[in-house]
């Protein structure tokens, strides 16, 4: 069993920023990939950014040179730096630890751009 618990949520100005986290407690198997989702509404779930626990990151063309993935391997804990966020990045961010055998999805945090 495995649990994820989020943070940093909220809502911000465009051009401003946040960070989201992401704990994992429980059965933690070693070889795992952490990262964020996000849905809006009326759109389909999306890749943000993750990174493998072996410090591979992979990043969404849309949030790149503004989104930073990093993770504490130790803590079990993946970051989500967001800066000159914009509206169209309002959405429900999900965090994702998933591996071989398992995929656990977090409740998600809202974040709100204002324009």
């Known amino acids: 069993q495995v649990q994820l618990v989020e943070s940093g949520g909220g809502l911000v100005q465009a051009g401003g920023s946040l960070r989201l986290s992401c704990a994992a407690s429980?059965?933690?198997?070693?070889?795992?990939?952490m990262g964020w989702y996000r849905q809006a509404p009326g759109k389909q779930r999306e890749l943000v950014a993750t990174?493998?626990?072996?410090?591979?990151?992979v990043t969404a063309n849309s949030v790149k040179g503004r989104f930073t993935v990093s993770r504490d391997n130790g803590k079990n804990t993946v970051f989500l730096q967001m800066n000159s966020l914009q509206p169209e990045d309002t959405a429900v961010y999900y965090c994702?630890?998933?591996?071989?055998?398992?995929?656990?999805w977090g409740q998600g945090t809202q974040v709100t751009v204002l324009s």
């Open positions: 990174m493998s626990s072996g410090g591979t990151p």
């Open positions: 429980g059965s933690i198997v070693s070889l795992n990939v």
């Open positions: 994702r630890f998933s591996g071989v055998g398992f995929d656990h």
